[in-house]
Every structure is written in structure tokens, then in C-alpha cells.
């Protein structure tokens, strides 16, 4: 087996135009396959860690999506808001920990305005249990005082001190402006690659007055989390079946994956092309093999003339098949890794996309062998070909 993979290898550099762009070929399907699937796992992660240990999500009576929507991912509108009183009792039940109240409906220059408290730094979790941190500044003190996301800063040219007009409504362009009552920015909060990034945050006591109220009469949805877990089915079926108001409240790991299986369509649809890649690269190779095979009959000649039986042509062919995969695989391997280190900060700073340069798990090793064994599994008909070629010359008798 050594000998015929060191023909097999002197038998490709006689050729190595040809085997550069085999393999050429092959690295580049390899590399778009598993930057592809990278890419999907760091999606998916990023996505699921949005928001990180909340334990319900409560909001007026809708859609379990939709209330998911708005209350983390700032899109779209709530059907109804959810009264103090209901929000009050909640938050004061022996069985909660805490709870982060949420008050939306104004928007500054197309951004999201966000009405919470103190709650929300301190209990807020993105990416696996990181709390909110902040670049420059503190956090607001004041009614008209605000917390301004990274991309906002950095789109807006903001910086603490800054004046900004909160208008109402959640359009790009608001005919309703808040402008006798102009907001201070206190602080900026670190990139998070979540929807905190393109929010502006002001206290409950700033969304009532720039409203006229002295007290606020309901909120948009707000945020639990429980002392004991074990509580929180129970919480969960009560708030849903509460009387007074039509409540609805989800887990927001449930929702979360119901909200990925519905947009993971597209998703799995870009794996599949990257994986039709791969198939052309080998059936690329596998091209460059037969096209090849006429042109080396002296070849085999002279390999059959030195003592070299049928089956070692056919173990030659499916050598170089098997070689010339795992060299594209190889340099498929280095150019994904390349391309992520070299993206890395690139697709931080303007997606929010964290894309950690980790080794190969069991998945990708997994797949990076079956396209060399699909090589391999290619390389038979050329290799049956070239042997009945070499049993047609070896029995033609020549003058």
C-alpha cells in the first residue's frame, strides 16, 4: 500500500497543474462548506443567547412569537399593554426574584426608545449569563437622562452629553417630536451582537412625562425571574389563566426555538448549496481522472511491463482520488480558519456576529470524512476503467 501511494503521489506532481486545480477546486467548495456551517452555529448561539436567563416573558394576551418579537428583538408592536396593577402583583409575589418592566412605542431617528429601570443593568443576561457593561459613562439618574446601545453610538455619533429628541411612534421619520423635552446620553453601553445594541434606554419616570403623566398607567410587557424554578410552570399557567387581565407569559427558550425552526428554513437552504459545492468540486475531480485516463495508457504500459497486475492500476486511480481529497480537504481546513481569524472583528463590529476560531468538532470531522470517502467511492470507475483498459492492452498482440 506505501508503494502505490508513493506512485500515486509522483503520478500527481507529473500532473501538478492538473492536481493543483483538482485540489484547488476541492479546498474551495471544503472551505465555503464548513465557513457556512461556522457561521450557521455562531447565528444560532448568538440567536438563542439574545436574551439569557429570564424565566418568563409576560406581556398582554397574543402570540407567543409575536410577544417575543417585540419585547426582546424590538420588532413589531404589542396588541395591548399590561396594566401597573397586574405588573405590581406580579413583581411582589413571594415566589419572584426580580422583574425588568418594558415600555415601548418611541423611537429616536429610527432607532427604538426602551422605558425600564435599574432593574434591567442588573438583571439583564446576553451570551450565556454576560451582564451589561459599559464603554463610556454610567447608567441614568435622571427623568431625562438615557443609555444609548453601541450601534446607536456608533451610527448617530453620539458620546455622554450628547442631547438627543425622543419622537413618538416607532417610524423613521416621526411627525410627533418631543423636542421641549431633549434627553442627555449618561452612558454607552459594550457591544452585545443583540437588539441592546440598537436601543435607546430611558427610565419609566422619562416615558411618563414625555406622555404627561405623572405615574405610569401600564407597560409594554416585563421580564421574571424566579427564586425557585420549580415554581415557575405554576407561575406560568396563572398568569396565563389570570382573570382580571389577558395575560400571556412564555419561556422564552420554548419561544426561541419555535422562533429558529420557523426562520431556519433559509438557514438550512445555504447548507445545502454550499453542500451541492462540494459535490461539483468532486465531480470536478472526477472529470480531471477520466479526461486524463487516455492520455496516460502509455503509462499503465509501462507500469503493466514492470510487473504491475490490474489491481494495482485500480489501486493507483483510487489513490489519487483519495490523495487529491484529502489535500483539497486540508486546504480547505486552513483557508476556513484563515478567513475566520481575518473576519472575526469585521463581522463583530458590523453584524454583531461573534464567530469563535475553535478546533473541528465531532460534526465537521465527520463530514470532512465522508467527502473523502465519497472521493474515494468516485475514483472506482475511473480505477475500473483504467483496468479494463489495462487487461484490453495487455491481451492486444502487437506487431
Known amino acids: 500500500m506505501t508503494g502505490t501511494l508513493q506512485l500515486a503521489l509522483r503520478s500527481l506532481a507529473n500532473r501538478r ?28 448561539e448568538g440567536f438563542t443567547s439574545t436574551v439569557s436567563d429570564v424565566d418568563l416573558i409576560v406581556g398582554a394576551r397574543s402570540g407567543p412569537l409575536n410577544l417575543l418579537l417585540y419585547s426582546v428583538f424590538r420588532v413589531g408592536d404589542a396588541t395591548a399593554n399590561v396594566s401597573w396593577e397586574s405588573y405590581q402583583l406580579v413583581a411582589n409575589h413571594r415566589d419572584v426574584a426580580w422583574t425588568i418592566p418594558l415600555s415601548l412605542g418611541d423611537s429616536h431617528r429610527g432607532f427604538r426608545v426602551l422605558g425600564t429601570n435599574d432593574a434591567y443593568f442588573e438583571h439583564y443576561r446576553v451570551a450565556g449569563g454576560r451582564a451589561l457593561e459599559f464603554t463610556e459613562g454610567k447608567r441614568f439618574a435622571g427623568t431625562y437622562e438615557a443609555v444609548i446601545g453601541a450601534d446607536v453610538a456608533k451610527e448617530l455619533h453620539y458620546r455622554p452629553g450628547d442631547a438627543i429628541v425622543i419622537a413618538h411612534g416607532a417610524a423613521d421619520v416621526s411627525f410627533a417630536q418631543h423636542d421641549e423635552q431633549p434627553f442627555r446620553v449618561t452612558g454607552i453601553l459594550a457591544r452585545t451582537g443583540t437588539p441592546v445594541d440598537r436601543t435607546v434606554h430611558v427610565g419609566l419616570a422619562a416615558i411618563s412625562a414625555i406622555h404627561d403623566a405623572s405615574a405610569p398607567a401600564s407597560i409594554t410587557a416585563f421580564m421574571v425571574g424566579m427564586r425557585d424554578r420549580t415554581a415557575l410552570l405554576t407561575m406560568q399557567r396563572a398568569l396565563n389563566e389570570y382573570k382580571k387581565e389577558p395575560l400571556l407569559a412564555i419561556i422564552p427558550g420554548v419561544a426561541l426555538k419555535q422562533l429558529w425552526d420557523l426562520i431556519g428554513v433559509a438557514d438550512r437552504a445555504l447548507l445545502v448549496v454550499a453542500a451541492f459545492v462540494v459535490l461539483a468540486g468532486l465531480l470536478g475531480m472526477l472529470t480531471a481522472i477520466l479526461v486524463s485516463l487516455n492520455e496516460r495508457r502509455r503509462e499503465m504500459a509501462i507500469l503493466r511491463s514492470v510487473g504491475a497486475r490490474p489491481r494495482h492500476v485500480f489501486a493507483l486511480l483510487v489513490s489519487e482520488a483519495g490523495l487529491l481529497a484529502a489535500a483539497g480537504v486540508l486546504a480547505g481546513i486552513v483557508i476556513t480558519y484563515a478567513l475566520l ?34 472521493a474515494l467511492a468516485m475514483g472506482l470507475f475511473p480505477a475500473w476503467r483504467a483496468y479494463r483498459n489495462t487487461l484490453s492492452d495487455g491481451l492486444t498482440i502487437r506487431v
Open 17 to 44: 497543474a492538473t492536481a493543483l486545480l483538482t485540489v484547488g477546486a476541492i479546498a474551495i467548495s471544503v472551505a465555503l462548506l464548513l465557513g457556512v456551517q461556522k457561521l450557521r452555529n455562531a447565528a444560532r
Open 341 to 374: 481569524a481575518a473576519a472575526q472583528p469585521w463581522l463583530a463590529a458590523h453584524y454583531g456576529l461573534f464567530v469563535p476560531v475553535t478546533g473541528l468538532d465531532a460534526l465537521d470531522a465527520a463530514v470532512l470524512g465522508g467527502i473523502i470517502a465519497a
